[in-house]
């Protein structure tokens, strides 16, 4: 672990470093590097802010896993839903590190390949413009040493991203998996004198009598609404966890799309199809991806929230007792305002979000495409 945090650490420290220099010593002739740079200076900044936020608000992160962990052990769930989830989360883990590391992959191979192939002159991963008076970084061995230790620390710190990413997208994940269960719990509220396979055969000709049953289904919506206090408050404080970074990376991937299609645009109209911007595309669909992530589990956590009013109308309420009926009216009630997980406060994660973000990033191409080719 502490071999991670230092890789990590120099990582975060090496790139920056390198990034600055560039802007210290390059002549930028062309828009096209300098979007590149303000991109990887912009990313790196985005990503180190994002993980000093974590550091500082590690101990509310725990304290809301701890809470989120007795939530499970109290509420149980008959339907494996937690299980289900707990395999999409690994699914979704291993997506994002796979796409991640495989733009990594391809923007540390590609100069290299370049020069192989096409003969040109040496390049690196990343640009670096050394002072004047500095050695030659394009001769060898200092160009293979530069080579090895730019590749090494993108991989370290997209792998530090990936991390920090998933722990807040399982944190999400786990509230609309709570949700899902109060979903299942709700709708299998039933009087115990029917037959689990005639229960819905005879639902609409049958009502609870005994006393029994009857106080055993108002306990059973008794649990169901605690249970929704208790995701309201584990939703409440995962939003307060995640707005800072999440505005962070909601900011630095704008500015990452943005600066990426100024750059592939302008790439496409001096140079035509060079492997540079295939290169520069695929950062622009991993930047677009993680914000997709962030969007959809939110608005899953959205769509599980409205599902509670259906769920609470399809439990056995017809001629319940009225204490059953009233509580049950209370909790439909609240339900009616889905929870949601915003960004500041001011956007929430959804798949309204998302298009918007599409839709931005396709009118800045067509912007930047049109007036730099009238020019």
């Known amino acids: 672990m502490r071999l991670r ?91 994002q590190h796979g796409s991640a590391q495989l733009v990594v992959l391809l923007w540390v191979s590609v100069p290299g390949v370049t020069a192989l192939v096409s003969g040109e002159g040496r390049e690196l991963p990343m640009p670096l413009c050394p002072p004047a008076t500095a050695a030659d970084v394009h001769l060898s061995p200092c160009f293979e040493l530069i080579y090895a230790l730019q590749a090494a620390c993108l991989f370290v710190a997209v792998e530090g991203m990936i991390s920090l990413d998933s722990s807040y997208l ?49 306990f059973q919506l008794v649990e169901n609404i605690k249970h929704h206090q208790h995701i309201i408050s584990r939703a409440q404080e995962l939003e307060s966890v995640m707005s800072g970074p999440t505005f962070v990376h909601l900011f630095y991937s704008l500015v990452c799309i943005s600066l990426s299609i100024v750059s592939v645009t302008v790439l496409l109209q001096t140079e035509g199809y060079t492997p540079k911007i295939l290169k520069i595309t695929f950062v622009i669909v991993v930047f677009v991806s993680q914000l997709g992530f962030f969007c959809i589990l939110g608005n899953n956590v959205i769509e599980q929230s409205e599902r509670l009013l259906v769920s609470a109308y399809s439990s056995y309420w017809p001629g319940a007792q009225p204490r059953f009926q009233r509580a049950l009216l209370v909790l439909m009630l609240r339900a009616r305002h889905p929870l949601h997980i915003s960004v500041a406060k001011l956007y929430p994660l ?19 495409f049109q007036t730099n080719g009238r020019n």
């Open 5 to 95: 945090a230092a890789l990590l650490a120099a990582a975060h420290l090496v790139l920056p470093v390198t990034l600055s220099v560039n802007f210290l010593s390059c002549r930028f002739d062309s828009l096209d590097l300098l979007a590149t740079n303000i991109f990887l200076l912009s990313g790196m900044a985005g990503v180190s802010s994002k993980a000093l936020l974590f550091v500082l608000d590690r101990e509310r992160f725990e304290l809301l896993l701890l809470r989120l962990q007795r939530t499970r052990m109290r509420f149980p769930d008959n339907s494996g839903a937690r299980e289900r989830r707990r395999r999409m989360a690994t699914r979704v883990y291993y997506a």
């Open 350 to 368: 959804s798949k309204e979000t998302y298009l918007q973000i599409l839709n931005a990033s396709y009118t800045l191409f067509n912007l930047v």
């Open 170 to 218: 399982t944190l999400m994940l786990n509230i609309a998996t709570e949700l899902e269960v109060l979903n299942d719990n709700l709708v299998s509220i039933r009087s115990g004198r029917l037959p689990e396979d005639k229960k819905c055969s005879q639902l609409s000709d049958q009502s609870p009598s005994n006393p029994a049953h009857e106080d055993d289904m108002y």
